[in-house]
């Protein structure tokens, strides 16, 4: 939940502090089941959370959007099995992942053309107008 009394860095700082505890949690107990129900729950617990005020973060800093890549980063190496030091990147692939700040971007792009289209949400659409609405 976005809290209008945080600034975008105390609120990523609270979410990743979230995620990272469930992902840790998560690390515990990665032995009990199989990669399939691990993705289940990582989906579930850290990705949902993590992209669930996605639009709302793409003009934070580069700092932010590198604390929501390392969750990320972290995530695929509890999934994967990758060793610490390994690069993530054949891991992140191997689970159909594009990096945090390209993810944030195509949630962008798609934002832009429903509102181009007429398929934005309710309350973007009292506050937008298309260029044929204010030219005729």
Known sequence: MLDSSLTFNEHINSLT???????????????????????IITNALVFSKLFHCSTVWSGTTKQNIKKLQLIQNFAALILTGVRKYDSITQALKGLGRISVEKQLFLRNM???????????????????????????
Do not use: W
């Not at 990272?20 to 691990?38: A, G, T, Y």
């Not at 181009?116 to 937008?128: D, H, R, T």
């Open 17 to 39: 502090s979230s995620l990272m505890s469930s992902l840790c949690q998560i690390s515990r107990v990665k032995h009990l089941f199989p990669k399939d129900v691990r993705l």
């Open 110 to 136: 798609a934002m832009i053309f429903k509102c181009v289209n007429g398929l934005e949400p309710s309350y973007l659409s009292q506050k937008i107008s298309t260029r044929s609405q204010v030219h005729g």
